[in-house]
Nanobody, 127 residues
Framework: QVQLVESGGGLVQAGGSLRLSCAAS????????MGWFRQAPGKEREFVAA????????YYADSVQGRFTISRDNAKNIVYLQLFSLKPEDTAVYYCAARLIGDARVVLTRHHEYNYWGQGTQVTVSS
């Protein structure tokens, strides 16, 4: 099992940047595919970015491609989401997710593929 704790959210002006962190418990972090999702008020949770166990494979939603960067540090049990050029429509609660997986190359992009979730961190972008 793994527990996930997100941090780094906050209030930022449009065009600004933030770095979200997701700290994972346990000694097998490198066995988990990781992802970031977000949920805005009144909307469904949506995929943002994902990274494979090894960190080599990444995938992004079209809406954040070129503006967000996902990375991981398996030695520190942390996955990051760097947010650049933020827009008001990026305002949401951002969630970290994990799934134990055998293939180090696989990237998971769908909500139901993950079985561990953090509590979320709020990102608010003002115009």
């Amino acid at each position: 099992q793994v527990q996930l704790v997100e941090s780094g959210g906050g209030l930022v002006q449009a065009g600004g940047s933030l770095r979200l962190s997701c700290a994972a418990s346990g000694r097998t972090f490198s066995s988990y595919a990781m992802g970031w999702f977000r949920q805005a008020p009144g909307k469904e949770r949506e995929f943002v970015a994902a990274i494979s166990r090894s960190g080599v494979g990444t995938y992004y939603a079209d809406s954040v491609q070129g503006r967000f960067t996902i990375s991981r540090d398996n030695a520190k049990n942390i996955v990051y989401l760097q947010l650049f050029s933020l827009k008001p429509e990026d305002t949401a609660v951002y969630y970290c997710a994990a799934r134990l997986i055998g293939d180090a190359r696989v990237v998971l992009t769908r909500h139901h593929e993950y079985n561990y979730w953090g509590q979320g961190t709020q990102v608010t972008v003002s115009s």
